[in-house]
Nanobody, 116 residues
Framework: QVQLVESGGGLVQPGGSLRLSCVAS????????MGWYRQAPGKQRVLVAR???????NYSDSVKGRFTISKDNAKNTVYLQMSGLKPEDTAVYYC??????????WGQGTQVTVSS
């Protein structure tokens, strides 16, 4: 059973930075494409960044140029470096495969709040 645990969120001022981490219970990052998703209040969860098993990255237009996804297969960890944060980035952030192959593996997520 795959388990995913996100961390690193917090309260940050506009323009600030945060680094999120997602640790998996198994060595899935070397096998599957992974994504960072976010869900803002009252909205659906959406994919904002993805990294293939081979390390190719893609971003949604809303975060392109500000967020960077990376991974460390040896540590079973995927990261999301966020900079130039905006109030509209406020959401709960989750990781999972892309496409979602482990729907039961959604973690609690990590809250990111961007506010002055």
């Amino acid at each position: 059973q795959v388990q995913l645990v996100e961390s690193g969120g917090g309260l940050v001022q506009p323009g600030g930075s945060l680094r999120l981490s997602c640790v998996a219970s198994g060595s899935i990052f070397s096998i599957y494409d992974m994504g960072w998703y976010r869900q803002a209040p009252g909205k659906q969860r959406v994919l904002v960044a993805r990294i293939t098993s081979g390390g190719i990255t893609n971003y949604s237009d809303s975060v392109k140029g500000r967020f960077t996804i990376s991974k460390d297969n040896a540590k079973n960890t995927v990261y999301l470096q966020m900079s130039g944060l905006k109030p509209e980035d406020t959401a709960v952030y989750y990781c999972n495969t892309d496409p979602v192959l482990f729907p039961r593996a959604w973690g609690q997520g990590t809250q990111v709040t961007v506010s002055s």
